[in-house]
């Protein structure tokens, strides 16, 4: 995670097709900016920010399901529960299913685990719409490999 | 059994926060209702789930863009009702 850079995950480490499900692994930093506002003297990872997390790891689930082909933008979100606080050093297990697959819509829900504790959970909505420009694929395909993204990414836009 | 209007009306009232009385066959569901886009997503999701249906939103907005059909074919509720009509019947063919 690079919080200030909005790199809030760090590695994909499973999407299953089939299932229409995403597993992904990240730790919150021990040092970021962020922490200095949120809060003095006790550090706490923003809640939007685990929001934020659960909507990218979705993100790459619906990206990997449209070949590449399409770029979902967070629309909503719905049923959020922070359900305890997390602060730096802490590592996360994320989740995202399907819920519905709509005509330039697609709703996930999103999870995050810690150490087999429930820490968050939401059902998100995104907009689905082809990728404003090459480059901007370009940009994600990058990010995909950084992220170790577990299947073939497909060569064009 | 309620008809696929008052489903469409329930539907909309609920997720809106539209009074339901407000809401007839001839309401268009942005002029009339001021729905925006993003209410419209949950619209369609609650009619997608309703219906066993997936709505072809991108479809009707392209045909609205390039000026082959009207908003009002596909957005004022009783044509929308009828448009449902047709995808379940088809779905079910």
């Known amino acids: 995670m690079h919080l200030e850079y909005f790199q809030l995950i760090d590695r994909i480490a499973e999407i299953d097709f089939a299932e229409r499900v995403i597993r992904v692994e990240a730790t919150v930093p021990v040092t970021s900016t962020i922490f200095e506002g949120h809060f003095p003297g006790h550090p706490l990872m923003p809640g939007v920010l685990l929001i934020e997390a659960m909507a990218q790891t979705s993100g790459w689930l619906i990206i990997g399901l449209l070949g590449f082909q399409r770029m979902p933008f967070l629309a909503g979100v719905k049923e959020a529960k922070l359900r305890q606080f997390v602060t730096p050093g802490t590592p996360l297990s994320l989740e995202a299913a399907i819920e519905h697959d709509g005509s330039g819509y697609t709703i996930t829900r999103a999870k995050i685990k810690s150490e087999g504790k429930s820490v968050c959970d939401a059902t998100l909505t995104f907009r689905v719409v082809p990728f404003p420009t090459a480059d901007f694929r370009a940009q994600m395909v990058e990010t995909a490999k950084r992220l170790k993204y577990p299947a073939e990414i497909p060569a064009n836009g | ?93």
Not at chain 2, 29 to 36: F, P, T, V
Not at chain 2, 66 to 81: M, R, V
């Open chain 2, 1 to 93: 059994m309620s008809s696929t209007l008052d489903t469409v009306s329930n539907i909309i009232a609920e997720t809106c926060d539209i009074p339901r009385e407000t809401i007839t066959p001839e309401s268009h569901a942005i002029d009339d209702l001021g729905i925006d886009s993003l209410d419209f997503l949950d619209i369609a999701f609650a009619i997608d789930k309703a219906f066993g249906i997936k709505l072809p939103l991108e479809q009707w907005t392209q045909e609205v863009n390039d000026g082959k059909a009207t908003t009002e074919q596909y957005f004022i509720l009783s044509n929308l009702s009828a448009r449902i009509d047709e995808l379940v019947a088809a779905k079910k063919a």
